[in-house]
């Protein structure tokens, strides 16, 4: 990593604690003179913010589980009234909570969706992308798990319902789903042993996704940041430093993130909620319509658009796993879909194919569209675009890698910023 600047201690103190401890060292050189491509553009932001609302969201928890029963009689008063109207700010302490897990997904999903389009995950950085998902998939089971804790109506039927898929497991071995349904259970039905499990595993799972967050930024500094060129650095002129150039960017950005999270918390605090969640658990009234959170709807328009439960629970978990094989799977030389137009294309098709499987999974099993007076069932638009997802990563992505006609790659970063520069200069 050329350009990185030694560090000289600036006292008595710090010559004395940079013998022992050189903790001011490993600040300097990783958050102030780490070298970093010039040429990061706003989507590289969201690295940043992920890290401030992954503390956000522990800090929050943490007062939250102060004042929490997991008990299936008392945890629904516990948040309900307890936290809401009762202990000092508890209302906002705990809508920080809440629409900070979506502003969390949010947040990840721009972070991985940049990865795929500039091609972060291609070597030497495989490592880097699959920690990326693995804090992922941990996310996925932290929000389940916290999604269950208020013990509203959708928290109770959707720990139901989540967790019986496990039961599917007995179409291939007899009575495997079923034991590892009764042991996530606790019981024989969901009840106080799930939600103390749940709790406690809610509880555990952010310290696990921070240690893993810091592999993630270990695996990052190792070969450096990609950039939105996918060149490799040439010298320290494609260099600058990490202080002040990017701290400041990503305080800016931060705040306008903080603006649009807070703008939810005081004045659309329910836009992500389901309204029967403020409804107590009631084991004997099963909703219409049972949902997950926004941020899983896409892979909930998988499992349910296959009738066949066990293939439907593979189908799912296999579009989780897929996510593991794309460093693998894209078999072009050239990273970045700014100079690979047929897969910039396919790129944002397949964007736009995700939120149609969100968009399906948010409506009930028997919708349908109407198109010229023909009812077209939703269940095979999810089957459509749940086909997309699959071919995007197994046909096109080495497919297209293989017959593709890239565009010519700039010659170093520093010369494609300046000329950048030089072209806007003309303009004006």
């Not at 690295?47 to 992954?54: D, E, K, N, P, S």
């Not at 809508?95 to 995950?121: C, D, P, T």
Request: proline share 7%.
């Amino acid at each position: 990593m050329a350009g990185h600047t030694k560090y000289v201690p600036g006292s008595a103190f710090t010559r004395w604690l940079d013998t022992r401890l050189p903790i001011l060292r490993l600040a300097n050189e990783n958050l102030v003179t780490y070298p970093t491509p010039r040429n990061l553009n706003f989507w590289y932001t969201f690295g940043g913010i992920l890290t401030f609302m992954l503390g956000i969201q522990m800090l929050t928890g943490i007062v939250l589980a102060m004042h929490y029963v997991p008990n299936g009689d008392l945890a629904f008063a516990s948040v309900e009234q307890r936290i809401m109207r009762e202990v000092n700010y508890g209302w906002l302490i705990r809508y920080i909570h809440s629409s900070g897990a979506s502003m969390f997904f949010l947040a990840v999903y721009v972070h991985m969706f940049r990865g795929l389009y500039y091609g972060s995950y291609k070597a030497p950085r495989e490592v880097l992308w699959i920690l990326g998902v693995f804090i992922y998939l941990l996310m996925v089971m932290t929000a389940f798990f916290g999604y269950v804790l208020p013990w509203g109506q959708m928290s109770f039927w959707g720990a139901t319902v989540i967790t019986s898929l496990f039961s599917a497991l007995d179409q291939v071995i007899p009575h495997l789903g079923t034991s590892i349904t009764t042991w996530l259970w606790g019981d024989f039905a969901v009840g106080d042993a799930t939600l103390n499990r749940f709790f406690s595993l809610h509880y555990l799972m952010p310290f696990v996704i921070a240690g893993v967050v810091g592999l993630h930024i270990w695996a990052l500094h190792v070969p450096g940041n990609n950039n939105p060129l996918g060149i490799d650095a040439k010298g320290p002129q494609d260099f600058v430093p990490f202080h002040p150039y990017y701290t400041v960017k990503d305080a800016f950005y931060l705040v306008l993130f903080l603006i649009v999270y807070m703008a939810f918390v005081f004045y659309a605090p329910n836009f992500f909620g389901n309204p029967d969640n403020y409804i107590q658990a009631n084991p004997l009234v099963t909703p219409p319509d049972i949902v997950p959170e926004w941020y899983l709807l896409p892979f909930y328009a998988m499992l349910r658009s296959v009738p066949q439960k066990l293939l439907g629970v593979i189908v799912m978990g296999g579009a989780l796993v897929t996510l593991l094989f794309i460093p693998w799977l894209d078999s072009s030389k050239v990273r970045s879909c700014r100079f690979r137009p047929l897969m910039k294309q396919l790129f944002w098709i397949f964007a736009a194919d995700c939120i149609l499987l969100g968009y399906c999974g948010s409506q009930s099993a028997d919708a349908a569209w109407n198109i010229v007076g023909i009812d077209l069932p939703l269940v095979w638009v999810a089957r459509l675009a749940t086909l997309y997802y699959f071919g995007f990563f197994w046909v096109l992505m080495p497919w297209v890698g293989r017959i593709e006609v890239t565009a010519p790659l700039p010659e170093s970063i520093a010369q494609s910023v300046l000329a950048r520069s030089v072209k806007t200069e003309d303009a004006e």
